[in-house]
């Protein structure tokens, strides 16, 4: 990945972006971050970037035709890059948005000063804008390092075990207590149960200490942490609906996506056809395969004693290292049958992708 930031304060960044893993990245060629000078695009002897705004008021605003110029260079620099404006009018980074930004390969981060940027800018020069909280900074360089350093850890080898990214904070809720020697401290002691050498304890100890701290401090994360928990299992799913199937793992952060086929034949053909899926022959041999801690099955059409979504929301509070989600035909033997988000689409892609919808949120867009 190429990165260029676009700056009147090239400075700011080389002390950061040389130490770390971002200078480990970026010798291995990894990620690369340049700075551009915007005063390089001011036309007058003086390097003017900015002007009085129009209507009065407080302030400089940054000239759009200098802007123009910076970007329209690094676009020419980096074809194909992604220009960001860095704006409390954009949304928010958090971590789905930082993996979606990772699979770019060229960004370029255009960083505010004084009362703003000309709106031209945002509305007919930048591909998108991007936030990093809501309070006010002097300028967008601090944003720009925030930014980079939460995308580039997602880039492929920048990390060196990928299962530590995969196990980040936000990736799957809070993630769980760390502790190191000694092993006690001014009658602080670390949990006995990491000392014991039982690997798969201190696993059962992880989830559930992830789990209460995501649940107690940041509820809000509790339906993506389920999500990334989650095994979907779609029961004789037609063949026109297996390429969106397979969409739904990135679009909701799913653990596991997959179908049960009684068909040998069929499950065959399907598994060359989608090797990015997981097949079965019954709902129950996917049950057992993957020994859930709590199993819903989405069912086809409204009856009585289905459980609603609603109640299904306020139970993601408990402790589910594992949850499968089974949708199409009978309910497989031990499953909490819910009732369909809409009813009119009941048994479809539509009203699966809804329930997912409201359930989880959406990670990516869906197709």
């Not at 090797?275 to 041999?285: K, R, V, Y």
């Amino acid at each position: 990945m190429r990165v260029r930031i676009i700056t009147i304060f090239p400075q700011f960044f080389a002390s950061c972006l040389g130490e770390g893993l971002l200078g480990k990245a970026a010798d291995k060629g990894l990620v690369e971050v340049e700075t551009d000078d915007l005063r390089g695009y001011a036309t007058d002897r003086h390097r003017t970037v900015d002007d009085k705004p129009y209507g009065g008021g407080a302030g400089m605003v940054m000239k759009v035709d200098v802007w123009d110029r910076a970007i329209s260079a690094a676009r020419d620099a980096l074809p194909g890059a992604r220009v960001i404006l860095l704006t409390p009018q954009g949304p928010t980074l958090d971590d789905r948005l930082a993996q979606r930004l990772a699979r770019e390969t060229a960004l370029v981060f255009c960083c505010g000063r004084y009362e703003g940027i000309d709106e031209r800018v945002a509305e007919h020069l930048v591909d998108e804008a991007l936030s990093i909280g809501d309070y006010v900074l002097t300028g967008g360089e601090a944003a720009a390092l925030v930014a980079v350093d939460a995308i580039a850890r997602k880039v492929p080898g920048v990390i060196g075990r990928a299962a530590s990214v995969e196990t980040d904070t936000f990736t799957t809720g809070l993630k769980y207590p760390q502790f190191t020697r000694p092993p006690e401290y001014r009658g602080w002691p670390v949990p006995e149960v990491l000392l014991s050498g039982d690997h798969d304890a201190i696993e059962r100890w992880r989830n559930d200490a992830a789990w209460q701290r995501t649940a107690g401090a940041r509820r809000e994360l509790l339906p993506r942490a389920v999500a990334a928990r989650t095994r979907l299992v779609w029961a004789e799913p037609p063949d026109d609906a297996l390429p969106h199937l397979a969409a739904l793992r990135k679009a909701f952060g799913l653990d596991q996506v997959g179908a049960a086929v009684r068909d040998p034949e069929r499950r065959q053909a399907l598994k060359e056809r989608f090797p990015e899926l997981l097949f079965w022959g019954t709902l129950a041999n996917a049950g057992r395969r993957w020994a859930a801690d709590w199993w819903l099955h989405l069912a086809d059409a409204p009856a009585e004693g289905q459980r609603p979504l609603g109640w299904v929301a306020a139970e993601l509070g408990r402790a589910t290292p594992r949850l499968t989600v089974s949708f199409g035909g009978p309910a497989p033997a031990g499953a909490t049958v819910v009732s369909p988000a809409l009813a009119e689409a009941a048994g479809s892609l539509a009203g699966l992708v809804v329930w997912l919808d409201r359930l989880f949120g959406r990670a990516e867009n869906t197709p």
